[in-house]
């Protein structure tokens, strides 16, 4: 079952085109990584998934409906660099922002959330850091702070966007398993990924794109040299 249908999206900048005739089929329990180069649109098409970004032309179904009708049930991990890491708030804050979309928007949380919430921060490993204000933590917390909000709105879609930028190895892999529970769980995930080294260790799945989609399909099938050449070669 298709839990995304991409059919033909395009999106422009200005007079800039960024992403062209996109078409993409994601399935629930997908570990999908998407990979390309700098500027091949990535970041833009997990946005416009999200409704964040109007596209030009195409439609994009969720679960066979529009965004605004399941946007519940979708989950963002965005850049770090797109964040504004000297907000005056805690990590248990920014986790905590998790139980919004069930009990509301600056509603008070109750004893089970906070339960919850202290107990997705010991998963992610950070549980020594939660008073810590957020601009406090190393690249690798933050990332793993996100991923914890991420968990906490139990969502049925992941989408990641460089969930391993700035991290080292061993906080990666750690991220990695929590990732793959979450796929043995159901969940579909699609994650912006940039080294070519690790595709076949950690995911199943692999979309290249570079303004449109190259090759998209099971790594086994579609991680090749022949994909790889025409995805980053210079235009």
């Known amino acids: 079952m298709n839990v995304i249908e991409i059919k033909n999206i395009s999106v422009a900048y200005d007079e800039t085109t960024v992403l062209e005739n996109v078409n993409l089929n994601i399935k629930r329990g997908d570990f999908l990584a998407l990979m390309g180069p700098n500027g091949a649109g990535k970041s833009t098409l997990l946005k416009t998934i999200l409704n964040f ?46 139980c919004y979309g069930r009990v509301g928007f600056l509603k008070k949380i109750n004893k089970t959330e906070k339960k919850n919430v202290e107990r997705v921060i010991e998963k992610v490993g950070l549980t020594e850091f939660k008073e810590r204000q957020i601009s406090k933590l190393s690249g690798g917390q933050q990332q793993r702070a996100f ?21 080292d190895s061993k906080t990666e892999k750690a991220i990695v398993e929590i990732l ?37 399909g099971p790594v086994e099938d579609v991680f090749n040299e022949e994909n790889i050449e025409k995805t980053y070669k210079k235009k």
């Open 53 to 98: 970004i109007k596209p030009i032309g195409g439609e994009i179904k969720i679960k066979g409906k529009l965004y605004k009708e399941v946007r519940k049930k979708i989950a963002y991990v965005p850049q770090r660099g797109s964040v504004d890491w000297d907000f005056p708030i805690t990590l248990f804050d920014v986790v905590e922002m998790g």
């Open 147 to 167: 991923l914890a909000r991420a968990i906490l709105q139990n969502a049925e879609i992941y989408l990641m966007d460089e969930p391993f930028q700035g991290v």
């Open 180 to 216: 793959k529970e979450l796929k043995k769980s159901g969940k579909t995930l699609i994650v912006v990924h940039h080294d070519l080294q690790t595709v076949t260790s950690y995911f199943d799945t692999v979309a290249f794109i570079n303004k449109t989609i190259v090759a998209a």
